[in-house]
């Protein structure tokens, strides 16, 4: 089994460090769990990236930009891993959502192992993503950077991951959550000047005909149920997030 536990895919996301530190102390094996930094230039510069986002850059080119030679160095060492583990922040209000690219039958195994309350099936991103590239790929993005009760959740879903797979011996926690599941479609599009109203809630349904947006007197309504995903994130320049369908999973 080798699993890479993978930080700094955004360079200005610092959570991955703080999970490194902590999951050090099982003294796992190195050629089981290896760390890898993502974006090394970013993350020095404590930027999100240098030239793209890498999280929208695979599987990369040979003689691109920084990220794009990047995610081609990095595509075969993702494949070659039984599982990859993408730790992410957020600045946006989005608490305890895990990502996946698809939800196979290990996805889905693992998922129900590590209990997370929100997975996002991301549609959207899964031919660029790091993870598009995994053979199980699963990213926490569960909050914000210093916040300590996410750094404890994240550890202890990775710690159930490795207990479940005999890597570690440990005493965890009984937790009984209900995951609720969603398809991440498409994004939902800001054009310039428009903000979000302040009752936009990630996971919280938009009606259809519902306002979600203004710009002075000019409205964005919606032509669809939805679900916002991710919205409200810092980082996103011309979206406000993206556009979630709820998905019924039976286990
Ligand atoms: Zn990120």
Redesign the pocket.
């Known amino acids: 089994m080798k699993i890479i536990l993978n930080i700094g ?2 360079g200005n ?1 610092r959570i991955g460090l703080k999970v490194e530190r902590e999951l050090k102390k099982l003294n796992i094996d190195k050629n089981t769990l290896t760390v890898q930094i993502a974006n090394e230039k970013a993350f020095k510069l404590k930027k ?1 990236y240098i030239d793209q986002d890498l ?1 929208r850059s695979f599987p990369g080119k040979k003689d691109g930009n920084y990220e794009e030679r990047r995610a081609y160095k990095l595509s075969p060492i993702i494949k070659s891993a039984d599982i990859v583990i993408d730790i ?3 600045t946006s209000a989005l608490k305890d959502a895990f990502i996946v690219t698809k939800l196979d039958k290990k996805t889905l195994e693992y998922i129900k192992i590590i209990q997370p309350k929100y997975v996002l099936v991301m549609n959207v991103t899964k031919n660029n993503s790091l993870m598009s590239q995994a053979k199980v790929g699963i990213a926490f ?1 569960y909050g914000k950077d210093n916040d300590l009760a996410v750094i404890r959740k994240i550890v202890l879903g990775i710690k159930r991951l490795l207990k479940y797979l005999k890597i570690i011996d440990v005493k965890l926690p009984e937790t009984k959550i209900i995951t609720k599941y969603f398809d991440v479609v498409s994004t939902v599009k800001k054009p310039k000047g428009y903000k979000q109203l302040k009752n936009i809630k990630n996971y919280k349904l938009i009606h259809k005909g519902e306002v979600y947006a203004k710009k002075g007197k000019q409205k964005l309504i919606a032509n669809q149920d939805f679900y916002p995903i991710i919205f409200g994130e810092k ?1 996103y320049k011309d979206i406000f997030g993206f556009r979630g369908k709820k998905l019924k999973i039976r286990v």
């Open positions: 895919t955004h996301e999100r999280n992410h922040s957020t993005e980082n």
